[in-house]
């Protein structure tokens, strides 16, 4: 018998785990039943806690995965540019925010869209304002962005004065509505640990409850909108707080596994990479799957830098992330798994493992479909 | 006067310095000129020394780019996977070496090219030869793939014994020739300085010219291929080796630009970015602009780990980057850009500013096609 010949039937066996799926490449694979489970859950919290759940669809970034939410009652949602809210439009999503500051020179692209819709906007200064309604022709609903602390975008939830201008600037003209206030607390993904997490989280819910105990005796309604994964799935007091936006969650990640947002049982995505060389000499071996498939984000874990973690995929689904086993390197297309001895020699030459992303984000925005355990393609939007 | 007026004012003046360009969204701009100064510098410097130009596609990934090669007699090209490789053979190239561990479920894809073209693969086990050669069915050409210290794929350079076991195996396969020895010195990429890189690359050539000596008495016509633009900028002396295999240096970037292989005024891509937001009291303002549209690489620059340098766009093209302004933050769509105050003082919201990526490859990899200063629009393929 040829070497060939033992390292070809174990190929055979690893293909009759992957359920007919036809895969050569590196391919992004969504296990639909716990995404389906991420959702259902994630819409039960939110309706037992009275909020309004606006999903952001910027994670997955597909018509096929929003039309899961439907099921659960899900009518609103958010998304990080104009171009993704004109994707989710075109299959009937009629109220949308785009929760990223306004860019101007899209104003044209808003005002098609506000033709057709509820969009939903967001300002941070009065100039912003005025900058949008020489542009805006249609009505749109303003939020204000608040930054209870990240740094990123929004004014400063102390500036309480200069938020108060930009309403008056709002309300001044005649396409636009003043909605609330809106703010992404990104700063929970810094934290140590849940409890630290869900308490930057209620700290930036207070904050932002003293704006709306601030305007409310001159503007009624006001909505108060938070977002972020780690808070939505850690937190379990939302008292105060109007709308959630949380994302990630659909699928999660080794990110939020390590903030101790979910289990390993919960990520939702796996890219799937062939094995194309083995290096027992160094415990390492190399995927076809690298920064182009999975993005260059990474992540601690065990004190090492990592890329992502690694299965064996069985007939079921995903398995179990390898204890010991690491994706420790990542060139354009070649990915490099280090892993124990025992492990190693389980592997061979055209096996395919399934890489769990440090960042669904990321990785499913790099990839033009998903393909479902049951070998479905499944269409998704591309940057761009 | 409206606050509005003044910024749609400055706003217009940009315009006006995008020479025609209609850009409103993150967009990647390609500078033809410095593209074919690049390529000419390089072409006549492999042939002035000798060498079979090969470069490597997978950085620009355009049948236009490509053609530029043409006009400077480059007939050989290196991709990194068989779906580029294919994407070439469309437009007319007909040798085509995949500079990657050779993937067997890609059998039949290889197959359909081979037939078509000169096909040169990798290998570095005879068990990826057996493999292969139960589902190979053309003419392919098999480079062994050595490791001189990268650690990334390949057989260690030391390893002669099972070198001769490998082109053994290959020669005893009808559809199959042994070519040679092939490495890519990635380790370039991780010097201090270009005395170092230069250093590196003449110990690698030596390995594989040993190897060469070694195999030569046995087999005739070995070539001996070599990458890496770190090396194939900085390298004076390429005694020994027979063909070169760069790739980035067809744009240059912010990483090549700190390793001392190009100046600033090489750089051929910039991404243009929307400003959506300043924040005077952080210095700091927020393009439209993110890790899908420039990727999560980044590079320690004057001591900050940063993922671009930016610089005012002018009617000439990109202008020149500003010595203290970085890109120092991403997040999916945002980027976050730090600058002194008499620079922030400048910029208004709707500007567009033109970002240096810090590995263009990647850069290139995220945009589903590029514009040239003229407005042109220019396609290119697209991972998967």
Chains 1, 2 share one sequence.
């Not at 995903?318 to 490099?336: C, D, N, T, W």
């Amino acid at each position: 018998m040829l070497p060939a010949d033992d390292a070809l039937f174990n190929t055979f066996d690893v293909e009759s785990n992957l359920n007919g799926m036809k895969i050569n490449k590196p391919t992004l694979v969504v296990d639909l039943d716990r995404v389906e489970a991420n959702i259902r859950r994630m819409a039960t919290k939110m309706q037992d806690n009275g909020l309004i759940f606006r999903p952001h669809f910027k994670t997955h970034q597909s018509h096929f995965i929003a039309r899961i939410f439907r099921k659960y009652g899900v009518e609103k949602c958010t998304v990080s540019s104009v171009s993704m809210a004109a994707y989710f439009a075109q299959d009937g999503w009629t109220d949308i925010t785009i929760a990223f500051p306004a860019n101007v020179l899209e104003a044209e692209e808003m005002n098609d869209l506000a033709a057709r819709i509820q969009l939903n906007i967001l300002v941070d200064s009065v100039e912003k304002v005025n900058l949008l309604a020489s542009r805006i022709s249609a009505s749109v609903t303003l939020f204000i962005e608040v930054d209870t602390g990240y740094f990123r975008s929004g004014i400063f939830h102390e500036n309480v004065d200069e938020m108060a201008k930009i309403i008056d600037a709002i309300i001044s003209f005649r396409y636009f509505t003043f909605a609330g206030f809106l703010s992404h607390t990104g700063n929970t993904y810094s934290q140590s640990s849940a409890q630290n997490i869900v308490q930057l989280f209620d700290e930036s819910r207070r904050k932002l409850s003293d704006l709306k105990r601030h305007f409310s005796p001159k503007y009624s309604d006001i909505v108060l909108s938070m977002g972020d994964t780690p808070a939505a799935s850690l937190a379990e007091k939302f008292d105060g707080i109007d709308e959630m936006r949380p994302g990630n969650f659909v699928f999660y990640d080794l990110m939020q596994l390590s903030l101790g947002s979910c289990r390993d049982t919960n990520i939702g995505v796996a890219v799937y990479c062939p094995v194309v060389a083995i290096y027992p000499e160094r415990n390492e071996l190399v995927i076809y799957g690298g920064a182009v498939h999975l993005s260059k984000e990474k992540t601690t874990w065990k004190q090492r830098e990592i890329y992502g973690l690694v299965s064996f995929p069985t007939s079921d689904g995903f398995g179990i992330p390898m204890k010991e086993a690491f994706v420790s390197g990542l060139s354009q297309e070649h990915g490099i798994v280090s892993m124990p001895a025992h492990e190693l020699e389980k592997i061979k030459l055209g096996d395919i493992l399934a890489v769990f992303p440090v960042h669904s984000c990321l990785t499913a925005d790099l990839n033009s479909h998903l393909l479902s355990l049951d070998g479905d393609r499944i269409e998704k939007y591309r940057t761009y």
